[in-house]
């Protein structure tokens, strides 16, 4: 099982990223992926979710109406599209994936990817 994470990179205030997380290793409609953040200091906290079976979602109050969660199942691959970035947002952010989103919610996923940096300055 392999959680590629890519995409991330320096970015001013107002800015936009789009992240990356390509899957492989097991069967993309079974699982529900997400991504998650780790600022420096600060403990991971979760950032929005997506279902790849039928498309359900979630985002953290943090980041609704900012950042956008989508799946493409033909390349089994999760994007999150970013936009608005505050400095707040400063952060290694990581793909997992589950079968189960309560896992994922509570932070216990089956599996975990490697991060990628993603720095908004002002």
């Known amino acids: 099982v392999q959680l590629q994470a890519s995409g991330g990179g320096l970015v001013q205030v107002g800015g936009s990223l789009r992240l990356s997380c390509a899957v492989s290793g097991f069967t993309f409609n079974d699982y529900t992926i997400g991504w998650f953040r780790q600022a420096p200091g600060k403990e991971r906290e979760r950032v929005s979710c997506i279902r790849s079976s039928d498309g359900v979602t979630y985002h953290s109050d943090s980041v609704r109406g900012r950042f956008t969660i989508s799946a493409d199942n033909a390349k089994n691959t999760v994007y999150l599209q970013m936009n608005s970035l505050k400095p707040e947002d400063t952060a290694v952010y990581y793909c997992?994936?589950?079968?189960?989103?309560?896992?994922?919610?509570?932070?216990?996923?089956?599996?975990w990817g490697q991060g990628t940096l993603v720095t908004v300055s002002s």
């Open positions: 997992a994936a589950d079968v189960l989103l309560q896992r994922l919610l509570s932070l216990k996923p089956d599996y």
